[in-house]
DNA sequence: GTCTATACCGCGATAGAC
DNA sequence: GTCTATCGCGGTATAGAC
């Protein structure tokens, strides 16, 4: 609120917001917010206590930021694969593919901040408003499969609501192992899991190009 | 330790051990572990917070106990159907779908432990040995895709550790939103779980008997 | 922008009466 | 088996000097 905006970057010692952010949010990860104390945060930081509410007023106030940032990004790619407009010849199929792969780069390319949101319990005012924001991007997502059943693309022995959430519980799963740095990219990483959600694990007739048998 | 054992479960007022154990794991899973309070557990009882002392000698050992019996559910179902011992002629892939479907049903029969488990960050000593634990079942899991994959009977383009991860990230996500006692019974549910893991969420061409269309 | 010092509260756990 | 009362600690947040 009274806080000069903090334009000047260089020179001065100490962090800016941000930085107090980005650090508090892996520290949120690895221990738990809740199991999270702000000396734990001055400690990694290498402050006082009260240096952070220089910057933040509050603990759960870095909270509301991470989640915001997971919840924007998330909404806004579901938004943009999901939706008829850039492409309106398109299938339902076409675009709920299109969406898990998208899904999962934005998980990959907000992954602290989505692996925060993802272990929100609904503790306090902030975390069931992100609950609530997070519930209506789950819908929109649920409602694409849907209409994907309702072509006839998708296999009818399965409800489209179970699939809605095995196929994201999926992909939400990867914030418990995924590293970006790896040996597996990003986009790469996103085609496999359509992949493997699509078409399943076992062998399929006349899909396999039968690559080299090479050891890793 | 000085317990009597309270054998005598009937007449009493007051709670046994188990009963305390079975609530303060329901409250952890709501709120966290390290959100929850003894003074919540307490307030949730109907007693005082030293009467909560009486049956256990710290909140970490409730902990303990929910976490211990989640990893010998888990681990014996993983030894049962993942073993060659009970069914020496069948294939790996047959084993790891057999895995697949029980992993489901114990997940939900211990669904409170399980999900205390699945969200154990390693805060404690109680917890990394409970992660430990879960290490050496993953590994187990995942050596049994591996020998699947050796047998040709799983596609080729995606690294078995891959699948390993995927399929039972998606078991393990269904503590986020499976409640027994809806329309969806474990054991179809492990069926249904088990068919989407293993020939994805497409059409596939002659498998389809064609159920006429019911609206729910 | 960071510091020291501190207010105030709720935490896990204990003591001892009933 | 539960109670009241309390201890000691560490939590979030604030005040005011530098």
Redesign the pocket.
């Known amino acids: 609120m009274t806080?000069?905006a903090?334009g000047?970057r260089r020179g001065?010692?100490?962090?800016?917001r941000e930085t107090v952010l980005r650090r508090a949010v892996d520290l949120f990860n690895e221990r738990g917010y809740d199991a999270?104390?702000?000396?734990?945060?001055?400690r990694d930081l290498?402050?006082?206590?009260?240096?952070?509410?220089?910057?933040?007023?509050?603990?759960?106030?870095l909270l509301a930021s991470a989640l915001d940032e997971a919840l924007t990004a998330l909404a806004s790619a579901v938004d943009a694969a999901a939706d008829d407009v850039r492409s309106p010849g398109s299938s339902a199929t076409d675009r709920l593919r299109a969406t898990v792969a998208e899904s999962v780069r934005i998980l990959v390319a907000h992954l602290p901040t989505v692996t925060l949101l993802l272990r929100v319990r609904g503790n306090s005012a902030v975390e069931q408003a992100a609950l609530e924001r997070r519930r209506v991007i789950d819908e929109k997502l649920a409602r694409l499969v849907r209409e994907a059943a309702a072509e006839g693309t998708l296999r009818t022995d399965l409800a489209p609501e179970l699939i809605s959430r095995l196929v994201f519980g999926t992909v939400n799963s990867l914030v418990e192992w995924y590293r970006p740095g790896g040996t597996l990219s990003p986009d790469d990483l996103a085609e496999q899991v359509t992949a493997l959600a699509f078409d399943g694990l076992a062998v399929r007739p006349g899909t396999l190009p039968a690559p080299p048998t090479v050891e890793p």
């Open positions: 806080s000069q903090t000047s001065r010692p100490g962090y800016d999270t104390s702000t000396a734990d945060l001055a290498g402050v006082s206590k009260s240096a952070i509410f220089h910057h933040v007023s509050s603990k759960e106030e």
